[in-house]
């Protein structure tokens, strides 16, 4: 099946950096990814949709200026968290659908602000 | 954006035994189901999906059944393992789109 890579892994961060987390498709393209974000033992929250060469589509709620989401190529779509607080910890997680109809998910990006 | 409602929250089986997740949605726009499984610290992974046009999808020990009218899907986990311990999310989505709304998740623990 697609593989969806997602890097770091985890993060550590001081309040007020900002933090890129990206999203690669390693054996397809991908002109859509997703962003989701997840809270310990809660559902994951769509954030955004990310399109190849265009702006993000934001859910409702979502602020544009703190979550920036940049989708370069048809493989790598970054999500930056900017000026990073404690309430922004979380675990974020990309998708991208592949063939079929499937969507395949990254392994995830734990944040921590400390 | 709860669009998909999951019960239960959590679940403890025997091991052997059926495992049974219910899910309820709202938009009659959706027409694709999957369901993945989440162990801590991963991301989701895809274990089975279905459309509306069909009752029933089974792979494996996983089932789906669906039932069009009552707007309702079920996961069945037949011989449950311990290793199907984790958290499991029914989905939707609709139009042809990729855009996938969760339900809120259901933690299972199988015991040995």
């Known amino acids: 099946g697609a593989v969806v890579s997602q890097h770091p892994s985890r993060v550590i961060c001081k309040s007020g950096t900002s933090v890129k987390i990206e999203c690669r498709s390693l054996?397809?393209?991908?002109?859509?990814m997703f962003w989701y974000r997840q809270f310990p033992k809660k559902s994951l929250m769509l954030m955004a949709t990310s399109n190849e060469g265009s702006k993000a589509t934001y859910e409702q709620g979502v602020e544009k200026d703190k979550f920036l989401i940049n989708h370069a190529s048809l493989t790598l779509s970054t999500l930056t968290v900017t000026s990073a607080h404690p309430e922004d910890s979380s675990f974020y997680i990309c998708s991208a659908p592949g063939d079929s109809g499937k969507l395949f998910f990254g392994s995830g990006t734990q944040l921590s602000v400390l | 954006q709860q669009q998909v409602k999951q019960s239960p929250q959590s679940l403890i089986v025997q091991k052997g035994g059926i495992s049974i997740i219910n899910c309820a949605y709202e938009?009659?726009?959706?027409?694709?189901f999957p369901w993945y499984q989440q162990f801590p610290g991963k991301g989701p992974a895809l274990l089975i999906a279905?459309?509306?046009?069909?009752s029933e999808k089974k792979e494996g020990r996983f089932t789906i059944s669906f039932n069009k009218s009552a707007k309702q899907f079920s996961l069945h986990i037949m011989d449950s393992q311990p290793g199907d311990s984790a958290t499991y999310f029914c989905?939707?989505?609709?139009?042809?789109?990729?855009?996938?709304?969760f339900g809120a998740g259901t933690r299972l623990f199988v015991k040995a």
């Open positions: 054996d397809f393209q991908a002109t859509t």
């Open positions: 989905a939707a989505r609709s139009n042809g789109g990729f855009k996938t709304i």
């Open positions: 279905i459309r509306p046009d069909v």
């Open positions: 938009n009659t726009a959706f027409d694709y």
